[in-house]
């Protein structure tokens, strides 16, 4: 596999900050000049937030990002030290807040690991072991948190019409399906039979019109199959460190909206459930938004899904709950990316 440099850095680009940011800032004054409940005196609701809860989901939000350090580290075997590890997954972010959610930013990704001088197979290996967790851990805990949700899980609002709202509960239930399919699937391929996987691939992709891009799965069959040979014999020493680091990463992201919430209002044990079960909903709608990071969607939805608990508080909650869990990612990365490009490119020349 050759990576497209030219590519990557068009993903790689600072000045991509500016699409997200103007994006959810064209929804975020829409919803001020044509919602008539927005106006200056909710703006003001910020200062009835609760301090303590305000520094726990900011703390939250920190522990996240240290299991995503820490899980990289020990997927690569501590090839990475600390330091490397946060400008890898600071980037890795960064690429996925200026890049459409389902698009992602795997590709990226593998080349941020490769150019810290992990080889390109393990890279694969790595990034592919990551994406597969992330989605067990929705496939896994979605049935569950939503069994404790008792069925409250999707929004009942007078902006949404009973038809879209249906239209939203096929969407979960069709994505999940696919995702669930799509990570049976991989996970077989990646552990089990990367082989078969990439005979079966092949044999669709002499079909027809997908005969065009029969190179290129050829090309993937053949990443599956030397990712597979570098995770295969590892002991549960190495899966389950990164297994619980998983499931700490994502209960660390949807509690920090509960804490966000529970700033401004008290929320029950039974309405925490329902937040947090409400945001699996929210992770699958943002996931097939066009727009980068999902700028725009995630404003607007936000306030369908927990208006019933926020008792006006849901436009500052929405910007807050952006400002901490999105922005910082397009502000950090504009930071460190370059700094990273002169420590592994220049740095790298000058040696030689």
Partial sequence: MKL??????????????????????????????????????TLKGVFDASVPFLLL??????????GYVYRIRTITNQELTWTRSIYVIILWEFASAVTPSVVGGTAVAIFIL??????????????????????????IGAPIILFFAKGNIFPESQVLESQLQNSLEYIFWISYSLYAIYS??????????????????????TLGFL?????DASEYGDQIIEASKELSGKSWNYWLPIILATIFIWSS??????????????????????????????WIVMMIS???GSSGTAEFFFGQFFTQFLEGYTFVTSILWRLLSYYPYL???????????????????NKS
Avoid: C
Wanted: proline share 5%; glycine share 4%.
């Fill in 331 to 349: 502000i950090l990365g504009a930071i460190f990316l370059p700094r990273w490009i002169k420590q592994v490119f220049f740095k790298k020349k």
């Fill in 253 to 282: 992201r949807y509690l920090m909206l509960n804490a966000l919430i529970t700033a401004f209002v008290s929320l029950s044990l039974e309405n925490h459930v329902i937040v947090f079960a409400r945001q699996v909903i929210m």
């Fill in 4 to 41: 497209d440099n030219k590519k990557i850095f068009q993903t790689l680009n600072p000045n991509k900050v500016w699409v997200p940011v103007l994006i959810g800032l064209g929804i975020v004054f829409a919803m001020f000049y044509f919602d008539p409940s927005v106006n200056a005196t």
């Fill in 57 to 66: 989901a900011a703390l939250l939000i920190v522990f996240r990002d240290v």
């Fill in 290 to 292: 066009p727009t980068p």
């Fill in 184 to 205: 049976v699937v991989m996970a077989a391929a990646l552990f089990y039979r990367p082989r078969v996987f990439k005979w079966v691939l092949m044999k669709i992709f």
């Fill in 211 to 215: 005969r065009k891009w029969k190179h």
């Fill in 114 to 139: 490769n150019k810290e001088g992990i080889k390109l197979g393990r890279a694969i290996a790595y990034v592919m072991v990551t994406a597969i967790l992330d989605n067990l851990f929705f496939v």
